[in-house]
């Protein structure tokens, strides 16, 4: 069957289609009592290696953030501070051809197209939390691959103990950059502990559609129990490290901004305390829950740590 669906970053008054789309497929499987669906998905940006996703058990008792607002309440500063600049002007930025970078302590390094590293992979839904720094929270149901089965083609060696993301530098489409609001190209890292972890996803859709750019097209990190800024957008650099990287929030105020940013009710950020958020759509806030409602699943990885000093 052929589905044929708008680019999701063009809003339009068929804003819900993706969504209902979506939404309709959920509750077809439901119906059927299947529990695990290989889900039709239109295939767009990468042809075969999108055709499909599969149903995981994430986020089924969660009410999703509408698409509209997944779609338009953004922070992308590589095109403007506002929340709603993204949408209005990530249109500009070339998904297509991608080619990532791949560099430092792995056996594989080199320059390798986006089709390639997502060839063979399966692609899987995922209905995460995301809650930014700003106290405010979505639930997106993601189409993604564990970030552990792309960095894994690279064979990172023993060395290798972070792994640092680039998003593109290309000030022609990302007008932000001409600002220097921070160091471009935005830049995050992660732990190889953080980033092998089962939770962490190389996201390259939403709503069952591909990734529309204000959501950081054409592939993007989630790392659910972290606040939103470690989840960098439109990558095209992996780096496999010794020693800790920099990160771009990190360096502009680390006082802000720790390395971990692990969402932690108990630790407040400098200008906002942290123990309640509002989900885009509500209107009464909830509590924050610990690495965001993931503490089974990822607290083990901080076993020993201080969680107030490192923030
Ligand atoms: N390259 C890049 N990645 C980024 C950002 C950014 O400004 N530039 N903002 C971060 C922040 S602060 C948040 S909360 C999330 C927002 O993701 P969303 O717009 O898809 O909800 O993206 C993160 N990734
Ligand atoms: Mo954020």
Redesign the pocket.
């Known amino acids: 069957m052929l589905i044929k669906v708008r680019k999701s970053w063009e809003l339009k008054d068929s804003d819900v289609t993706a969504q209902s789309l979506y939404l309709n497929r959920r509750q077809i499987m439901a119906g059927a009592g299947i529990a695990i669906a290989t889900a039709a998905l239109p295939s767009l940006a990468f042809g075969k290696a999108y055709d499909s996703a599969v149903k995981t058990k994430y986020g089924d008792d969660e009410t999703l953030t509408s698409f509209k607002d997944?779609t338009s309440y953004?922070?992308?500063?590589?095109f403007g501070t506002d929340k709603r600049d993204?949408s209005r002007t990530a249109r500009a930025l070339t998904t297509k051809p991608w080619s990532i970078k791949v560099e430092g302590e792995c056996n594989k390094p080199g320059t390798y197209n986006l089709e390639d590293i997502l060839k063979n992979q399966t692609v899987e839904e995922r209905v995460y939390r995301?809650r930014?720094?700003e106290a405010w929270s979505?639930v997106?149901p993601w189409n993604g691959i564990p970030m552990a089965n792309i960095l894994s083609q690279f064979e990172p060696n023993s060395n290798a103990k972070y792994v640092q993301f680039d998003?593109l530098f290309r000030p022609e489409e990302m007008w932000g950059q001409k600002r220097r609001f921070l160091t471009w190209p935005?830049q995050e890292a992660l732990r190889m502990d953080e980033a092998m972890h089962p939770l962490t996803l190389a996201a390259i859709g939403l709503y069952g559609d591909t990734l529309p750019k204000?959501?950081?097209a054409p592939i993007?990190l989630v790392v659910p129990w972290k606040?939103?800024?470690k989840?960098?957008?439109?990558i095209v650099a992996i780096r496999f490290t010794r020693r800790r990287p920099k990160t771009s929030w990190n360096m502009m105020n680390a006082r802000e901004y720790g390395f971990y940013a692990n969402v932690n009710p108990a630790v407040d950020h400098p200008r906002w305390a942290q123990d309640r958020e509002r989900r885009i759509g509500d209107f009464f806030k909830t509590d924050t829950k610990l690495f965001n409602g993931y503490a089974s699943e990822v607290a083990s990885l901080y076993d020993g740590m201080n969680l107030r000093t490192n923030y």
């Open positions: 997944i953004n922070n992308f500063y590589e993204p995301l930014c720094v979505m997106i998003t935005y204000q959501n950081g993007r606040y939103g800024f989840s960098i957008k439109s």
